[in-house]
């Protein structure tokens, strides 16, 4: 808006003096003056011509007086252009240093994708040598708990070795008339009230008590409490006879035993009673072979029968270590196995003979298949 009226302004003065010069030349003329000893004609000329050049200087300094930038355009003109080439060399080398700047960067990615490439196989190398790190972390772990078991069975060996080394000692410094672990006696017990429970555990204790004195001291009264028993023992078997049913209840000797000494120390065992066999149970067998005819050889297989039928009846549950067997029918078979025809083998075998109890001792018989008749 101020420049429209700065134009307006300009025209306006400009039509007023120029109206002004003509008016004032017409009448130079018409008075026929004379300036500086010129004709009139020419002095008119040159009043039209100041009036002109005024013209234009007032125009020119009205408008330097009120335009800014046109003032800065007639007398800062030089400086600008001086200050625009400065910027464009300035431009000129940012834009060098731009470039320069991009070079530098790609190259810099280059190296820097170089640079990962030949990382790659490092992590690879890292990764594999890590996860060698965890085996041989779970390798001396597992080592670790091999060893730790190592050493429990090596301290249980050792305190084995104490033992035994004990037991040694003990049967070379006095006659050891009981072993540990031996029974001192069995019983099988039932009560028809549980109030009897600790009638019968004392009945137990005192013929256990008994047997240790005709052990460790033969010929003298059971007169006193030879047999030391822990009373957590004792309540055991009060607990186990009191739920009802029948139970096998042996009291063991807990260490060796010198004949002589006044204390055995004992714990007990507690088992229900249950049948273990069933009558015409096979227990053991094996094979007689043809030139297997001699009595030693036979007697020798009937013996490792027997004694394999033993093994098995305990393995079931048996208590008993005592097999009851009809001994004349042994012999008879014996003799007839060694006086056999034929050159088949013949299979052995014992066989229960009854249904039995935990307890109860081991009836067998021994039966011959594959016999030839004499």
Known sequence: MSGWLLILAVLVL??????????????IGKARLSLFQMRPRRTAVVITVLTGSLISALTLGLMVAVSERLRVGLFQLDELETRLRSSRKSLQLSLK????????????????????????????QRQELEAERDRLGQDVAARD????????????????????????LDLRSGDV???TGQPLTMAKVAIPNPELARQATEDVLRQANVQAYQ???PGQKPEQQLLLIPRSEVIKVEKALRS??????SIHSAGNVLRGEKQVLA?????????VLEAGQVLASLSLDPEQRAQKQVFARLNLLLAAARNESQRRGALNPRLQVDQDALN?????????????????????????DSLDPIAVTVRAKGLAPS
């Open 97 to 124: 240093q731009l470039d320069q700047n991009q070079a530098e960067l790609a190259q810099a990615r280059s190296e820097r994708a170089a640079a990962e490439q030949q990382l790659a196989p490092l992590k690879k």
């Open 267 to 275: 714990f007990a065992d507690v088992r229900r009673s249950r049948q």
């Open 145 to 168: 708990e091999e060893l730790r078991q190592l050493q429990q069975r090596t301290r249980r060996s050792q305190q084995e070795l104490r033992q035994l080394e004990r037991n040694v």
């Open 332 to 356: 008879a078979l014996a003799a007839q196995l060694v006086e056999r025809q034929g050159n088949q083998p013949v299979r052995l075998e014992v066989v229960a003979a009854r249904d039995t």
């Open 177 to 179: 008339v009981l072993s």
């Open 14 to 27: 400009g039509g007023v003096l120029s109206t002004l010069g003509d008016r004032l030349g017409s009448r």
């Open 244 to 249: 009802g049913g029948p139970w096998v209840i």
């Open 215 to 217: 052990r460790v001291l």
